[in-house]
């Protein structure tokens, strides 16, 4: 089993960027697809951006693909999220994921994640 904890949240301005970080603790995330979604209090929990448990699949939504950049440490037990050209819709709870079931997909839905994070709020304003 693993914990996740993220950080890096804060408050931004448009265009600006920002580095959110979910750290492992348990185990590594080394047999894990881990992925970031987020949630705002008008909407679903949404996929962000995922990758596969060695890394050679990663896969963006639409909304953020070009801005965003999903990427992990070497010791498997850092995720990254690295987010440049902030925009006010991308306002948000982020939460980082793990898929211990078929962790060599990146899966996009909320049911196919086995551990989740608490959550770190990301605000960008206008």
């Known amino acids: 089993q693993v914990q996740l904890v993220e950080s890096g949240g804060g408050l931004v301005q448009a265009g600006d960027s920002l580095r959110l970080s979910c750290t492992a603790s348990?185990?590594?995330?080394?047999?894990?697809?881990m992925a970031w979604f987020r949630q705002t209090p008008r909407k679903e929990r949404e996929f962000v951006a995922g990758?596969?448990?060695?890394?050679?699949?990663?896969y963006y939504a639409d909304s953020v693909k070009g801005r965003f950049t999903i990427s992990g440490d070497n010791a498997k037990t850092t995720l990254y999220l690295q987010m440049n050209s902030l925009k006010v819709e991308d306002t948000a709870v982020y939460y980082c994921?793990?898929?211990?079931?078929?962790?060599?997909?990146?899966?996009?839905?909320?049911?196919?994640?086995?551990?989740w994070g608490q959550g770190t709020q990301v605000t960008v304003s206008s």
């Open positions: 994921a793990a898929d211990s079931q078929a962790p060599w997909n990146v899966a996009t839905a909320v049911r196919e994640y086995d551990y």
């Open positions: 348990g185990r590594t995330f080394r047999m894990y697809g």
């Open positions: 990758v596969s448990w060695n890394g050679g699949n990663s």
